[in-house]
Each structure stands twice: as C-alpha cells, then as structure tokens.
C-alpha cells in the first residue's frame, strides 16, 4: 500500500500541467460529504469542494511538502503569495518535492506545484503556469472534474440517486472517485480557456506575456524527448504543447507586445541575505 501513489514521468508530456496519477482512500471524514452528494445525487459545490479538500490533505500527508523557510517555498510565497484571492475563489499553494514536471489545481482551491517543474520554469514561467491553474479554478473546472468524477462512480456501481446510507459508498469507491478528480482530464476546450486566463493573468499584473509562449516551448520540447512514449501521441483529447505555445504567441502578436521570451536565471535556493537574518535572529520585544 506504500505505494498508493504513482506518478508516471511521462505524464506532463501527454497531458500538461494538470495531469498527474494518484490513486487515493479518502478517510472517514470524506464519507459524510460524499454521503450527502448521494442523497441529492449531484454534488453541491460545497460538497465538491470538501470532497477535494479531504483528498488534497490525505495527498499532503503522503508527500514531502516543502516547508516554511524551504527555498521553494519561499519563491512561491513570492511569485504566489499576492494572487491567492480572486473573484469567486480563494487558493492555497503548497510545493511537493517530487521531481516530476507537475502541478495541478483542485476544486477547494488547492494549488500544488511540483519542485520538478520550479526547477525548470523561471519566475515568469512559472506564473504562466500558475496563472493557468487559477484559471481552471476561476472557471470551475476543477469542480466539473470533482463532478464528473463523482457521478461516474456512483452510477457504475448503482449507487441510487435516493439512496442515503452510507454503506453504499465503499472506502475504495472514494479511492476511485478522489483518483479521478486528481487525474482530471480537462476537455480541451478547459485547457485553451485556462491558457487565455493566464495570457490575461499576466498580462493585468504586468508580468511579460511572452513567458507563456515559452513555458509551452519547455513542455513540448520535453515530449518531444525520448520519454515521450507512443500512446502519448495517441493521446490526442489534450491540445499539444506546440499549438499552446503558438496561441499564446498570436495573443502577444494581436497585442503588440512579442518579443521571442529568453528565460530568466531561476533560483530555488533561499536568498542568501534571508538566510543570514534567519541566523541571526534575536529575541523580540514583547
Ligand atoms: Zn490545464
């Protein structure tokens, strides 16, 4: 059971950012919200949201989060820190130190970013990468995928939209359900959507736009590796990474505003002159 959770490399290059593999048990806890999605079959938004939540922490207790004063953290406290409340959600971000090119985006508004993908985007970059995962959270993606992952199990097993007991719902049909929702497999339209939020994203915050075009470079570059295997390109439900780099190219063209991106220096470390005060640190008044 050690190994519940199973990231496949060549995951991101099939699918991009918001894929990844887990398979979850949800803890009791998660009965009493699913419970309550059976008896009106369709989960409310409230119920979506705590269902993913309730997956999320049991994905933070089983992975190595970066803490506090971790050089990850802190970059992304930096770049993420002040874009955490939008109109209609609130967002918590946390790294996983897993060498995987990944991060993904649940219905709660729960953010994770692999430290694999921080060690190859640089600041723009990345907040091209988190500018499309808010998206998916603004546009209620995540919680279609919690939706949509919820109802399928439930109707595989005949699980009756009247039914109220919770002996209906297996420990094992949540796992199924909470591995859905982590795989969520956004429809294509999904994913050029959240591209555009982010090209607005950057682009209201005054961040360089272009850097999108590149983040998209970086991916379709790693599928083109030789990790990327044959069922990747059978995959054909996820617009690729090279159109995605081209669109987000033609919005900066349409705006007047394109300039090949050149990628920046990227530090993961803690910032030497922090790192020194946190040495020194004396006792506070009071
Ligand atoms: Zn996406």
Known sequence: ????????????????????????????????????GVTSFTLTNADAAKLSKEAVDKMDAEHEVAGPNDGYTLRLNR?????????GYTLNYKVYKLKEVNAFATADGSVRVYSGLMDIMDDNELLAVIGHEIGHVANNDSRDAMRAAYQKEALIDGVSSQSATVSTVTDSQLGKIGSAMIDSKHSRKQEAEADLFSYDFMKKNGYNVNAEESAFRILAKMSEGTEASFLDKMMSSHPDSKQRAEDAKKRAEKDGVYKAYVQQKIVNT???????????TTTKKK
């Not at 979850?24 to 806890?29: Q, S, V």
């Not at 770049?79 to 109109?87: I, N, R, S, Y």
């Not at 803690?270 to 020194?280: C, E, I, S």
């Open 1 to 36: 059971m050690k190994n519940k959770f199973i990231v496949l490399g060549i995951l991101f290059a099939s699918f991009g950012v918001c894929q990844m593999n887990a398979q979850i048990n949800l803890g009791e806890k998660a009965i009493g919200a699913l419970q309550k």
């Open 79 to 87: 770049l993420f820190g002040k874009h955490t409340a939008g109109e």
């Open 270 to 280: 803690v910032p030497a002159a922090k790192a020194k005060t946190k040495k020194k």
